[in-house]
């Protein structure tokens, strides 16, 4: 794919890049293989990148802003930006990441129907998503960018297009995604952009063609998690400069993945464990539980008292 960012903001984007496939490819590495197929990940080696499969635990889940909030305490400083809109009587979020998870760079596309509207007082309010059907998948494509030079590219009908770049060290203010998104229709296109604008893009920063937007998604228009502060940023972000520092000093004398993670397990243990939880992959896994089970439990307290008041009534 190449990007041409013309002027007064207009994007075109032309698409030539060879698509890859969602098949999985292995590493060479019998126990990281297992740990990417665990965590719902396959391995692109020609990009030397991480993206996610079509169905990996994470589908089952679904998403709330939650999961975003969670992000920073885990050590994952990442740039969020999620669009609403409503199309064929359903809620839609299409959000989208980038920034430094841990030990790697990544930037991600999540499509999403809204499930459940949620008011838990003095803990949440909004709306819990499910992650799009086969039905709602949508062709996406997006570059990402770190000071202007390319670092991936990733393109295909999905419903969570990602990529990751192990012991790539970045600050989110330094990357930038390049996005082009097909909708279903000229209603949904429509829909969608509403949701730009009520997001705070101007029309000169998206471009459309036919029922295609194309955007840069950079600083984000909407509010952060309230866990991102720029104290706790500075301290999260230079263990995890440190972590990719220490992976590139080890690794920095071979040239296939194999051998760099065969090299991290020999003089980095621990290194290697956080290798084994790439991505958005356990930690996180552990944070959808604990979230799922808190509105579980707080939506059959709901319950639970308006059957006790509609008894006593």
């Not at 990602?162 to 909708?183: A, R, V, Y």
């Not at 972000?237 to 071979?254: A, D, H, V």
Request: a negative charge; one cysteine or more; charged letters at 25%.
């Amino acid at each position: 794919m190449s990007v041409q960012i013309k002027s007064q903001g207009e994007m075109s984007i032309s698409k030539n890049v060879d698509k890859i496939g969602f098949s999985t490819q292995e590493t060479d590495n019998s126990e990281l293989d297992k740990a990417i197929e665990i965590a719902g990940y396959s391995y692109d080696s020609i990009q030397d990148i991480f993206y996610s499969i079509m169905n990996p635990w994470q589908r089952s889940i679904g998403y709330c802003r939650l999961f975003d909030e969670a992000a920073a305490p885990l050590g994952m400083i990442i740039d969020c930006e999620p669009i609403h809109f409503e199309y064929n009587e359903k809620k839609w979020m299409i959000g989208f990441w980038k920034g430094q998870y841990d030990l790697v760079t990544g930037g991600e596309i999540g499509v999403y129907t809204g499930a459940l509207d949620l008011k838990i007082p003095g803990f949440f309010t909004g709306t819990f998503y499910n992650c799009a059907s086969d039905a709602d998948l949508l062709q996406m494509s997006f570059i990402l960018r770190k000071n202007g030079n390319v670092l991936f590219t990733r393109e295909g009908e999905h419903w969570w297009l990602t990529g990751f770049k192990l012991g790539e060290f970045s600050e989110p203010s330094e990357l930038t995604m390049d996005i082009n998104i097909t909708l279903k229709n000229k209603l949904m296109r429509d829909a969608f952009i509403g949701g730009l604008r009520k997001t705070g893009y101007s029309a000169n920063e998206f471009s459309i063609d036919g029922n295609s937007v194309s955007f840069r998604f950079a600083t984000p228009h909407s509010t952060q998690p309230i866990t991102r502060t720029n104290s706790t940023d500075r301290i999260i972000q230079r263990k995890n400069e440190l972590l990719c520092e220490k992976y590139q000093e080890i690794t920095k004398e071979f040239d296939s993945l194999q051998d760099k993670v065969k090299a991290i397990e020999e003089q980095a243990p621990e290194l290697y464990q956080k290798i084994l939880k790439i991505g958005k992959s356990k930690p996180l896994l552990e944070v959808y539980e604990t979230v799922l089970v808190v509105i579980i439990l707080a939506v059959g307290t709901y319950l639970a008292s308006r059957i006790i008041l509609d008894e006593g009534n």
